[in-house]
């Protein structure tokens, strides 16, 4: 006998929430921000706002399907089944925080703040919910390109915007970068880390360092089989070179970086609390991941 099928509903802990739970009561986190000049009208609304759309999103669910609720600090706890509609109900950085998690699912990202959200991933409202479920494993979608890091000790990483490979603090991150393009060019540096992105990343992070290095290289759309990277604060010394610092890869090019620091880290849309770590001699390769995002349209 088949099982029904299970929507997964993803959420986080809005600010109004963290708010009261670092001062006790919502009393004692008004005076906290009153006597800084803030207010907490504003962000007590947003997590109403939040609790709302929540709260619409799962009575739209059907009565005779399964329902399952996750909230982003457990999603590396959290068993995903092949049958899962995965819900995400927040900010678009929601979406790319669950997409690692997954392995084919349906996504419907609902936006609960509109026009504060930029709305590149949670793209419908709440009211929409009911229609996107009902169509979700034949609707149109959008298969979103990953990026994924393997260590040379099978630890791998995946993410929907861009990996960051770099110190854990804000110490110089020593390496040998080598590339399978451009002649499988090998260069040691010394710099604050290497950002690998994709056609998504390029609406966030990635886009602020491509725009410092004055917009050169074209950006990937977001279905684009291609990656773009950056060294970021390359330095120059005797030992350390400055000329691999920028460049672009498609599905089969491969970026490898080996450890010259005591360690290194690895991590993917910002989660740096799920992060792969290398020590020195080990050698990671980054590239097109073989999975894809299915982000309902």
Partial sequence: MSLAPRVVLVHRTTEYEELVARHGTHGQAAFFLTSRGRDIGEVAERGRRGRRALA????????????????????????????????????????????????????????????????????????????????AHRGRADELTMVEAVADDTQRLLALNEIYLGAAGHQTARYRLGLDEYGGAVESQASSGVLVGTGTGASGWLRSVWQGRGGELPLPRPTDERLIWFVREAWPSP?????????EMGREGRLSLTVESDRLIAFGDGMEGDAVELVWGQTVRVGVAGVRLRLLT
């Fill in 56 to 135: 619409e999103v799962a009575s739209a669910v059907p009565l005779t399907w399964r329902q399952a609720r996750v909230e982003r600090g457990d999603l590396d706890r959290f068993l995903f089944g092949p049958e899962d509609v995965v819900v995400v109900v927040g900010q678009d950085g929601l979406v790319a925080n669950v997409a690692k998690y997954l392995s084919g699912q349906p996504v419907i990202g609902i936006d609960t703040d509109p026009g504060r959200n930029p709305g590149v991933l949670v793209r419908h409202r709440p009211r929409d919910t009911g229609a996107l479920l009902a169509s």
């Fill in 239 to 247: 030992v350390t070179g400055t000329s691999l610092v920028a460049g």
